[in-house]
């Protein structure tokens, strides 16, 4: 079996030197190129394509969700493994439904990072055990909330609607959730299907009425 040939992206330059540094070292793993955005990670793409990409979620320009998403869709043989500080469910559940093939916190053990990736390279998914956890005790407490009025909206989108119904714009919600601009009208188009409201006053009296928000 050849180098596993991994390409790393994150918007800190010390991350991506230290993580770099010790992967290269892996006698199984080849760097094939590092970037810093998610539009550097989708320029690194077209250079060389490698079987596994490393990705933050909070960075310029892109983020590492939104870039998942596009890369997924051109390059659906790359596996994409998601390393991030944030590991909440609404981020997890984001990258996942982006097409993420793994999840680990940026905290993990080195070895184990190792371990994820080989996963992904040999056709398994990997989520670290406080990823999985935290996905489990989620579903778990969805089952228990029978009695919401509007249980058709993940709890992500309803923190985009309660921020847009208190005025604040795409591009403050995008900042304020660590998202793309892009992703935050992909949800505000989600909350209007799911809701059947046809425009942003019916969004905010929906707000409103069921005390998303308060007047």
Not at 109 to 132: C, M, P, Q, W
Request: with cysteine; glycine share 6%.
């Amino acid at each position: 079996m050849g180098k596993i040939k991994v390409a790393l992206v994150d918007d800190h330059k010390l991350v991506t030197d230290c993580i770099g540094l010790f992967l290269d070292s892996a006698a199984d793993i080849e760097i094939t190129g590092v970037g810093h955005s998610g539009k550097e990670a989708l320029a690194l793409l077209e250079k060389e394509v490698p079987d596994v990409i490393l990705l933050d979620i909070s960075m310029p320009e892109m983020s590492g969700i939104e870039a998942t998403e596009i890369i997924k869709k051109k390059y659906p043989n790359i596996k994409v493994l998601i390393l991030s500080m944030h590991a909440d469910y609404d981020n997890i559940s984001d990258a996942i439904d982006a097409g993420a093939d793994g999840y680990v916190p940026k905290d993990v053990a080195s070895e184990e990072l190792v371990e994820a990736i080989t996963a992904l390279y040999g056709g398994k998914n990997y989520f670290h055990t406080r990823i999985s956890d935290e996905i489990v005790r989620n579903y778990s407490n969805k089952k228990k909330k029978t009695s919401s009025p509007f249980p058709e909206l993940t709890r992500r989108e309803l923190e985009v609607l309660q921020l847009f119904a208190e005025g604040y714009n795409n591009s403050e919600i995008a900042d304020k959730l660590f998202l793309s601009v892009r992703t935050i009208e992909s949800h505000k188009n989600h909350i209007l299907q799911k809701t059947n409201m046809k425009n942003s006053v019916e969004l905010i009296k929906f707000a409103i009425k069921n005390k998303i928000i308060e007047l």
